[in-house]
Nanobody, 122 residues
Framework: QVQLVESGGGLVQAGGSLRLSCAASGRIFSINVMGWYRQAPGKQRELVAAITGGGSTNYADSVKGRFTISRDNAKNTVYLQMNSLKPEDTAVYYC????????????????WGQGTQVTVSS
């Protein structure tokens, strides 16, 4: 079993910054993609940013130029640096690990973190 533990959420004023962290632990051989999703009240969960083991990144248009995703493969940890935050960034942010393998020949699995609240006040 794999656990994803998120940290770094909180309350910040518009224009401020926050850094989210997510550490994956358990029986892990490799993780293909790690990412962050968010879900605001009454809205569907949406992709914020994702990063492959090789460092390729993908961002939602709404956060390009403001958010930066990074990853430490040795620590199975992914980070999300959020700058110039806006009230519309308010949501629960969920960490995701996709393509998790227990060994070189195992199937791939997907895991979610428990979520961390980010609130941006105007």
């Amino acid at each position: 079993q794999v656990q994803l533990v998120e940290s770094g959420g909180g309350l910040v004023q518009a224009g401020g910054s926050l850094r989210l962290s997510c550490a994956a632990s358990g029986r892990i051989f490799s993780i293909n993609v790690m990412g962050w999703y968010r879900q605001a009240p009454g809205k569907q969960r949406e992709l914020v940013a994702a990063i492959t083991g090789g460092g390729s990144t993908n961002y939602a248009d709404s956060v390009k130029g403001r958010f930066t995703i990074s990853r430490d493969n040795a620590k199975n940890t992914v980070y999300l640096q959020m700058n110039s935050l806006k009230p519309e960034d308010t949501a629960v942010y969920y960490c995701n690990a996709d393509g998790v393998k227990y060994n070189s020949g195992s199937p791939q699995f997907r895991y979610w973190g428990q979520g961390t609240q980010v609130t941006v006040s105007s």
